[in-house]
Structure formats: structure tokens, C-alpha cells
């Protein structure tokens, strides 16, 4: 029987990975210290013989080392995430993502000797920062802004921890993933911290407006969670997986507008649609990303991957679920 730990197991993608793993007959504890996700995202699997929470940090080395001493696989996404948060929290934001990667390498090493235990490290589309390209590779060269921009300071934490990782495996031989995850969405996900699709859909569901930044006309690709947590077990267990990195997403490109439009036709078409500035939300000095879409090639040709949900799909199960919860869940 695996035995797998998540990191950050109670948040949006950790609770859909944690009910996955569970299905496929593993062991699985979640480590989380539910400063953005919740118990509820965990009821599925909560009380099933074979799941066990600890609520805890991932900067807390004793409680790492204990949990790690008894598992083969780790997925570590436990991390400060959304436009939101990053905008507003840039010291929690590298002190948690940076430093808790490094306590989670670290004590990896310590318990990993003498035996195999595998690291999946969930990036960030982020990491490639304004690369002007049209569709980005995972070995292309990472543009970013000033340091005077709030924008990036998730970005360049994420790459350090890519570096760090990578590090790990060359020095010490531990056997890490790096996966680079492309505008993830579905049941479960909040738009509290700016997260773009859920936050349209609860504009659609409290009956508008449907708020758009800038001209709407910036590019994104929606992926289904239930795809990408397919695709990271997929690589997980992938042997020529190991030490390299991954995109994750959809190569099917949609513009911010178009994306509200469909959220509108789907709730209701008599919706307005408002556009506004980004200083407006996010204060001066943010920068945005004009276009961010992956190349997907090395991913389908390493595991086969190929998206189950349109983005029709993602639509509908994220209106879905948004419907089935009460305002103060949302």
C-alpha cells in the first residue's frame, strides 16, 4: 500500500488529489494549516480508514519530519496562492512558499536516506513572468518585471523553489517532479483570493456585475482539476518523469471577456459585464500578463495526456458547485 502525504491537503486541488490517491487504495495524510483551506473541502475522504488529517505548518520541521518518516510519496502544495493575497501579503507569500519548500527539501533528505521517497513540487505558470512567446515551453527563459511590482513576487519565489528542488535531485538524489500549473479550476475553488473563474461565476450567481479588468482581452487557459490531479499522479509514478518539469493545463486559449460572456450566457445572458482598472483592486505598481498559454507536448509525451473537461465543462461544474453552497461558504 502507498503511502502518500499532501502538503496543503485541505485546499482546493490537495482535497480532489486526497480523494483521488484514496480511490486508488493508498494511505493518505493531508498536512494543513487551514489558513486558506477548509475541513469541508475534506469530507469525502475525512473519516475513511485509510485518510488521517494533521492540522499543522509546513514550516514546522518536528511535525515534517515525523509525517515523512513513514510515507513514499509527497506532494507538497502547501502554498500562499491567488492574485489577491500575493498582491496584498508579499512577506507571508515568500516566507511560506520559499522557506517551507526549503524545510520540506531538507527534511526529505534527512528521511530519505537509504530509501526512495518520490517529491512532486507544483509550480506556477507564474514562473515564466512576461515571456513574450505565444505558448510557453518548460525550458524557456523566465521574464520578469521589476521588484518594485508586487506582481511578481510569487513568480520568483516558485522559481527558487523549482531551483531548490532541482537541487536536491542532482546533490542528494531525491526523486522530484516539478510540475507548472496553467490556470487550474472546478469544484471547490473560491474566488476569494482573485481567482478568475470562480469569481465571475459568484458575480453571475448574486446577480451582477460581472467585473473584468483592464480590456478583458488577456489570454488564459482553463484547465478542469480533475485533470490536472490525473496528470500529477500520472507523474508521479512516471520514472522518466523525474528531474524534469511539466505544464499542466489546456492549450485552448480564451480571452478574460470571452470567458465572462460564457459565465453570463451560462447564469444568465441579461448579466452586465463592467470593466476596471487594476489599480483599482490590486493598488499601483501591478503588472499583468498579457498572454499565458502552454505547450503541452512534453506532458503528452511522457504520460499521454490528454484533457477529459472543456472548458464548457469547467464552466458548468464550477456553477455547479458555487449553486450548492450558502453565501457564507462561497
Known sequence: MLRCLITGGAGFIGSHLAEQLVAQ???????????????????????????????????????????????????????????????????QTIKTNLHGTLVLLDELARAAAGRQVRLLLPSSSEVYGNNPKPQW??????????TTSRRWSYGLAKAL???????YWRETG???????????SGPRQTGQHGMVLPRLVEAALGGGPLIVHDDGRQVRCFVHVADVVAAMIAL????????NVFNIGSDEPVTILELAQR?????????KIEFRQFAAEYGQNFEDCRRRVPDLGRLRQ???FAARHTLEDIIRDVVAWHRGQSPAQR
Open 137 to 146: 515551453q518548460e525550458d524557456d527563459c523566465l521574464v520578469f518585471g521589476p
Open 302 to 304: 511522457t504520460i499521454g
Open 263 to 271: 459565465v453570463a450566457a451560462m447564469v444568465d445572458p441579461g448579466l
Open 161 to 167: 523553489d523549482e531551483v531548490l528542488a532541482l537541487a
Open 174 to 184: 531525491l526523486p522530484v517532479v516539478i510540475v507548472r500549473l496553467f490556470n487550474v
Open 236 to 243: 508521479m509514478r512516471h520514472p522518466q518523469a523525474v528531474g
Open 25 to 91: 487504495g493508498a494511505q493518505v495524510t493531508v498536512i494543513d494549516d487551514l489558513s486558506s483551506g477548509c475541513l469541508q473541502n475534506l469530507a469525502i475522504v475525512g473519516d475513511h480508514p485509510r485518510f488521517r488529517f494533521v492540522q499543522g505548518s509546513i514550516l514546522d520541521r518536528n511535525v515534517i519530519a515525523e509525517l515523512l518518516s513513514e510515507v513514499d510519496e509527497v506532494y507538497h502544495l502547501a502554498a500562499v496562492v491567488g492574485v489577491g493575497r500575493v498582491a496584498q501579503s508579499a512577506i
